[in-house]
């Protein structure tokens, strides 16, 4: 039995495996763009893959990245400066009525380990779902004391840096999460990916491409290692629509299914 929760990765790439139209971008960024909305795509394959996941692994948690929110170099929300006691600010913060309320269906949850997801979105305009930031001990205190006196919970895991395998044993363990999806940039993709903590691959082909030499991938991660394999997959299933848009979902193979 897994120790953390079975990961499913949801994404959309061109066929160059392009996650954006260029570097350094939110998702508001490339929603807005109207090189991004092709009247031969629509969202009707991405919805029914979330509902196809919703149906078979019921998951508790959908995770994204900070730089879906926050480009890098923005301008961060100024917060009230806390003077106060730093030691329970490093504290997990999961209040009870919060973590146990009785319509709790899902968590959104944000991997910030610097603090700069600062709008104090909780996520209650979605029916039964609520905010989780992932954060470490690196992110400011004025963050930590502004998402406490927002009642928004987080978990602190890693020094410098969010530990995302330990911080998913942690809403294994804390929160009961069995499965979340990752509909993620490249990079917590490309982390995920290193980590070993791919399970299921759930990838929509749109027939185009972009290129770039630093536009973002489906996994930017550091580069393997001399001794390190690539991660293999099972294809699982494919389908083809009629716009040339492709869904194949796939199985990850652990190192003992090597071939």
């Known amino acids: 039995m897994l120790d953390r929760p079975f990961i499913v990765i949801q994404v959309s790439t061109s066929l160059d495996a392009r996650m954006a139209l260029a570097p350094n971008r939110t998702m508001w960024a490339e929603m807005d763009d109207p090189r991004a909305k092709s009247a031969e795509y629509s969202g009707d394959m991405w919805s029914e893959v979330e509902a196809f996941i919703g149906a078979v692994h019921k998951p508790q948690a959908n995770m994204q ?48 380990g610097r603090g700069r997801l600062r709008s104090g979105y909780k996520g209650e305009d979605n029916p039964g779902c609520y905010m989780l930031h992932l954060t470490s001990h ?15 919970p987080y978990i602190i895991v890693g020094e410098d840096r969010v530990d995302v395998p330990l911080a998913m044993q942690k809403m294994k363990t804390r929160l ?35 290129g770039g030499t ?10 393997l290692g001399p001794d390190e394999y690539p991660t293999r997959f099972k294809l699982l299933s494919a389908q083809v629509r009629a716009d040339g848009q492709l869904w194949l979902r796939y199985q990850s193979l652990r190192d003992e299914d090597r071939i």
């Open 65 to 112: 990245g900070s730089g879906s929110f926050v480009a890098e170099g923005e301008a961060l929300r100024e917060l009230p400066h806390f003077a106060g006691d730093a030691a329970p600010l490093h504290e997990d913060y999961l209040p009870d009525e919060i973590i146990h309320r009785p319509d709790h269906r899902t968590w959104l949850t944000v991997v910030d």
């Open 138 to 152: 690196a992110a400011p205190l004025d963050y930590l004391a502004f998402l406490r006196a927002e009642r928004i």
């Open 176 to 210: 009961g999460v069995t499965c979340l999806v990752s509909s993620a940039g490249g990079r917590l993709n490309g982390a995920l990916l290193r980590a070993g903590l791919v399970d299921e691959l759930n990838l929509i082909l749109r027939p185009e491409a972009i």
């Open 214 to 223: 630093a536009t973002p991938t489906l996994f930017d991660s550091p580069e």
